[in-house]
């Protein structure tokens, strides 16, 4: 599809909503999250959720939307008062200054069940009640974000500052080595068009977990996303693709003859914390950027490596 395809309006309004699907069983980490849920695991000492909603946060959203499954109630809690906990940091006067961002406004927080794992589909479309008609954000918590210390933001900032020119419908992308685009969604680029802070490419084919040899582009999905709220329609009537899954990319594919569709490509970095070697290279790069730790982690991954 070009520029000159007739599609209906755009519908720019301020992305107020965000949802978080946290459902997955997150197998790739097993035992370690036969109790605990991925989510929850710390680069560091943040839970993945937590650089999630901050980043969700700075890019102005105000309502967090969780799909979450049994055994996830912990990410919940996470953003709730820890009452024991806090007084009796009180009684030994110390400070709750880093819980700071665990806190969000009374209301602020919704959690909607996914019973079933049928996909990140499935999970979005569980979250159609809350989001209604408005436009509206998804992040992949286990795809971590960071953005650039140049005032460009995280990636949704940058997302909803491209949305405020565009609107339509938005995803983030990234280039990866053609030998892995099968493990990911991946884009047909259309034109690139430039925007405040850099290019959107326009989406013409979105295809999941492609072979490598069918693949339109080296270009995949990396986990956020601007969508309007006629997907949930669209996810309605969703079959099972990849994997016996309800795919969220095969429910965009479908809207995009009807909708505009863009692709931002993230200024910063992106760790794949859903797979454990991403997971040691999130760890590892965010100790070597704080100053607090830094020179002890160049050491000591100086001296692991015997240079
Ligand atoms: P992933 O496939 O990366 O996560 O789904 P997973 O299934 O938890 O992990 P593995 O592959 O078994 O190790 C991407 C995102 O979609 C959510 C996951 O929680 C993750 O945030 N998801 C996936 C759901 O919420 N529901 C689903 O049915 C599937």
Known sequence: MSDSTPRKPIRPQRIRKAVFPVAGLGTRFLPATKAIPKEMLPIIDRPLIQYAVDEAREAGIEQMIFVTGRGKTAIVDHFDIAFELEATMRDRAKTLEILEPTRLAPGNLIAVRQQVPLGLGHAIWCARGIVGDEP????????????????????????????????????????????????????????????????????????????????????????????????????????????????????????????????????????????????????????????????????????????
């Open 136 to 307: 509206f954000a998804i992040f992949l918590p286990d795809e971590l974000m960071i953005g650039q210390n140049d005032g460009s933001g995280g990636c949704m900032k940058q997302m909803v500052d491209a949305y405020a020119e565009v609107g339509g419908n938005l995803i983030s992308v990234l280039e990866v080595p053609r030998e892995e685009v099968s493990s990911y969604g991946v884009i047909a680029p259309g034109v690139k068009r430039p925007v405040r802070g850099g290019a959107l490419t326009e989406v013409i084919g979105l295809v999941e977990k492609p072979r490598v040899e069918d693949a339109p582009s080296n270009l995949i999905i990396s986990g956020r996303y601007i969508l309007q709220p006629e997907i949930m329609a669209v996810l309605e009537r969703q079959r099972k693709g990849a994997g016996g899954e309800i795919q969220l990319t095969d429910a965009m594919a479908h809207m995009l003859g009807e909708q505009a569709f863009h692709a931002v490509t993230f200024a910063g970095k992106r760790y794949d914390c859903g797979s454990k070697t991403g997971f040691v290279e999130a760890t590892l790069a965010l100790a070597l950027e704080r100053e607090d730790m830094a020179d002890e982690v160049r050491a000591m991954a100086t001296r692991l490596l015997g240079l």
